[in-house]
């Protein structure tokens, strides 16, 4: 299983990225993924999820209504549409996979909110995220 991020960027306030994190050494699918990030000093806080489970999305309060998950199975790829980004955005950030499918009946919520779910071996090694004018 490999997993790799890309994307990120130095952008300014109100500004836009698209982060990708591609998935190769399995099949996409409708397994549970998920963003997560890493700013200096702090410890990971989720993001975004997506359960199989119920086909639910669940996103932090801090970035709700200005990211968005998404998936193109075509290309085996996950994105993170972030839009109006601010200084506080600033982090690096994961993805992380489920190529085992152990995670279809755990819903999106708990998949970004409680540690441990992802397997060590299903995440990518980041991508820098900086907003700063």
């Known amino acids: 299983v490999q997993v790799v991020e890309s994307g990120g960027g130095l952008v300014q306030p109100g500004d836009s990225l698209r982060l990708s994190c591609l998935v190769s050494g399995f099949t996409l699918g409708d397994n549970a993924i998920g963003w997560f990030r890493q700013a200096p000093g702090k410890g990971r806080e989720g993001v975004s999820c997506?359960?199989?489970?119920?086909?639910?999305?669940w996103y932090s309060n801090s970035v709700k209504g200005r990211f968005t998950i998404s998936r193109d199975n075509t290309k085996n790829t996950v994105y993170l549409q972030m839009n109006s980004l601010k200084p506080e955005d600033t982090a690096v950030y994961f993805c992380?996979?489920?190529?085992?499918?152990?995670?279809?009946?755990?819903?999106?919520?708990?998949?970004?909110?409680?540690?441990?779910?992802?397997?060590?071996?299903?995440w990518g090694q980041g991508t820098q995220v900086t907003v700063s004018s």
């Open positions: 997506l359960a199989k489970s119920d086909e639910t999305t």
């Open positions: 992380a996979t489920d190529p085992r499918n152990a995670l279809r009946f755990v819903a999106a919520g708990r998949l970004c909110t409680i540690d441990g779910y992802f397997d060590d071996d299903s």
